[in-house]
């Protein structure tokens, strides 16, 4: 099982890219993202892997951050989403919009992707809905706080969700939304009162 390569960037294909490592060429695929971020043919490269062996192939996909190998394995668990469309996924969006959109549940943010329709939208932000502890306002509140091991807090329920449902009755998407109260319950505390929490929210999306 290869889950790293590090050498010299070979050449771009369409889809994809060849790394030499000690004269054997590896065939990579990978988002737009990523192949754009490795440079040019000479470069010295390194890329996590994540290895797909079938009965009529080896596929190694490559990624330059950790982050973006996650959601590729994570949005795989979705009936119906297989590697094109998590790579498509992830040529569209990054890894922090690719949680932010399951986060606030924005099916319009998905759908940027190529081959990704509403209806397949709607599934993935509702099968990892239940996922995304790891991913919740308390996960990066606690990632700001050096050496906090604070359980990560559901986003549903309670003010952090009535300020984004109050924001978009106001007519804002729920990824600008979230984003908002995210940044106004960074500065105010995580107990903060839902006045203050919409108040400072709409500052946010003011600036």
Same mark, same amino acid.
């Given at each position: 099982?290869?889950?790293?390569?590090?050498?010299?960037?070979?050449?771009?294909?369409?889809?994809?890219?060849?790394?030499?490592?000690?004269?054997?060429?590896?065939?990579?695929?990978?988002?737009?993202?990523?192949?754009?971020?490795?440079?040019?043919?000479?470069?010295?490269?390194?890329?996590?892997?994540?290895?797909?062996?079938?009965?009529?192939?080896?596929?190694?996909?490559?990624?330059?951050?950790?982050?973006?190998?996650?959601?590729?394995?994570?949005?795989?668990?979705?009936?119906?989403?297989? @590697?094109?469309? *998590? +790579?498509?996924? $992830?040529?569209?969006?990054?890894? /922090?919009?690719?949680?932010?959109? &399951? %986060? =606030?549940?924005?099916?319009?943010?998905?759908?940027?992707?190529?081959?990704?329709?509403?209806?397949?939208?709607?599934?993935?932000?509702?099968?990892?809905?239940?996922?995304?502890?790891?991913?919740?306002?308390?996960?990066?509140?606690?990632?700001?706080?050096?050496?906090?091991?604070?359980?990560?807090?559901?986003?549903?329920?309670?003010?952090?969700?009535? @300020?984004?449902? *109050? +924001?978009?009755? $106001?007519?804002?998407?729920?990824? /600008?939304?979230?984003?908002?109260? &995210? %940044? =106004?319950?960074?500065?105010?505390?995580?107990?903060?009162?839902?006045?203050?929490?919409?108040?400072?929210?709409?500052?946010?999306?003011?600036?």
């Amino acid at each position: 099982m290869i889950a790293k390569l590090k050498g010299i960037l070979d050449s771009h294909r369409e889809d994809g890219a060849i790394i030499d490592v000690g004269g054997v060429g590896y065939l990579i695929f990978g988002s737009s993202r990523t192949l754009g971020q490795l440079g040019n043919p000479g470069d010295p490269v390194s890329v996590h892997v994540e290895t797909h062996v079938r009965e009529d192939h080896i596929h190694l996909y490559g990624f330059t951050s950790e982050a973006e190998r996650r959601w590729f394995q994570v949005l795989q668990t979705v009936q119906g989403v297989g @590697a094109k469309a *998590a +790579l498509a996924i $992830l040529s569209a969006l990054s890894p /922090d919009e690719v949680m932010q959109a &399951v %986060a =606030a549940q924005d099916k319009t943010m998905l759908t940027r992707a190529d081959g990704v329709g509403p209806k397949l939208a709607t599934r993935i932000v509702n099968e990892l809905k239940d996922k995304a502890a790891g991913f919740s306002l308390g996960a990066e509140l606690a990632a700001t706080k050096p050496g906090s091991t604070a359980p990560a807090s559901p986003i549903n329920g309670g003010p952090i969700e009535d @300020a984004v449902s *109050a +924001l978009v009755n $106001l007519g804002y998407g729920r990824s /600008d939304a979230y984003g908002a109260v &995210v %940044a =106004a319950s960074r500065s105010l505390g995580e107990d903060a009162a839902l006045d203050r929490l919409i108040s400072t929210s709409l500052r946010e999306l003011a600036s």
